[in-house]
């Protein structure tokens, strides 16, 4: 990952609303949910939720699939996790075991 994607993701993050539609997402791994029940569980009217999911699909946190007539969305983890690698990659200079606490973290999810 690059330092342009990693400050595009979080930017995208740094709203109210899509940090709780990114967080609701990554729950309803690995399904996801359609675009009206976003709207409904989080309260946000479609015209809105659009703008958002588009900005998180953008910075690629978010998966799109059609499903018939309706448009699934789901977390992207793998970016999450190439984020988390590339604030670790000098975690520590090098040195793995003064970052022991933040990798076992890593290790549980």
């Known amino acids: 990952m ?11 993050l740094a709203q109210e609303s899509r940090l709780a539609i990114f967080r609701l997402l990554v729950r309803e791994e690995p399904n996801g949910l359609p675009v009206g029940e976003i709207s409904r569980r989080l309260d946000i009217h479609p ?13 690629r946190l978010l998966k799109a699939t059609r499903r018939k007539r309706e448009i699934h969305y789901s977390a992207n983890l793998e970016t999450i996790n190439g984020l988390l690698g590339f604030l670790l990659d000098d975690c520590c200079n090098g040195r793995l075991e003064n970052c022991a606490e933040i990798l076992e973290l890593l290790e549980k999810a």
Request: aromatic share 4%.
């Open 2 to 12: 690059d330092q342009e994607l990693a400050i595009g993701i979080f930017a995208g």
């Open 47 to 59: 015209s809105t939720l659009s703008g958002h999911l588009g900005m998180l699909k953008r910075v």
